[in-house]
C-alpha cells in the first residue's frame, strides 16, 4: 500500500527555518519523482518543489527559490523539504505527492505556520 507521511511543520517567526519530512511506504521512492505543494487559507493548492527521480534534479517555484531546497533520504525512503529565511506569507498545509504507476498519491499535509 503507498502511503506518505508529511511530518516537520510547526510555529516559526519571519526569518526562521524549519525542515518537513514525507517518509513514503509502499514503493522505492527514488525510483519517482517527488514533489512538495501548499496550500494556504482561502487559496489554491500551489506547487513548490519538485525532485527527479534519477541524477536527482530539482525545480523550484520563483516564490520559494534560493530559500528552499528538496533532497531525498534514499536509505530511509523519505524526501525533505529545508525551508530558510521563511516569510508571513509562506504559512501554508504542506503536502508532498508522487506519482505512482500512473496514479497520484498525497499525504496528509503539515501545517507551518510564520508569525512574530
Known amino acids: 500500500q503507498v502511503r506518505l507521511v508529511e511530518s516537520g511543520g510547526g510555529l516559526v517567526q519571519p526569518g526562521g527555518s524549519l525542515r518537513l519530512s514525507c517518509a513514503a511506504s509502499?514503493?522505492?521512492?527514488?525510483?519517482?519523482?517527488m514533489s512538495w505543494y501548499r496550500q494556504a487559507p482561502g487559496k489554491e493548492r500551489e506547487w513548490v518543489a519538485t525532485?527527479?527521480?534519477?541524477?536527482?534534479?530539482?525545480n523550484y517555484a520563483d516564490s520559494v527559490k534560493g530559500r528552499f531546497t528538496i533532497s531525498r533520504d534514499n536509505a530511509k525512503n523519505t524526501a525533505h523539504l529545508q525551508m530558510n529565511s521563511l516569510k508571513l506569507e509562506d504559512t501554508a498545509v504542506y503536502y508532498c505527492?508522487?506519482?505512482?504507476?500512473?496514479?497520484?498519491?498525497w499525504g496528509q499535509g503539515t501545517q507551518v505556520t510564520v508569525s512574530s
Open positions: 505527492k508522487t506519482n505512482y504507476l500512473g496514479w497520484p498519491y
Open positions: 509502499g514503493f522505492t521512492l527514488s525510483a519517482y519523482v
Open positions: 525532485i527527479a527521480a534519477s541524477g536527482g534534479s530539482t
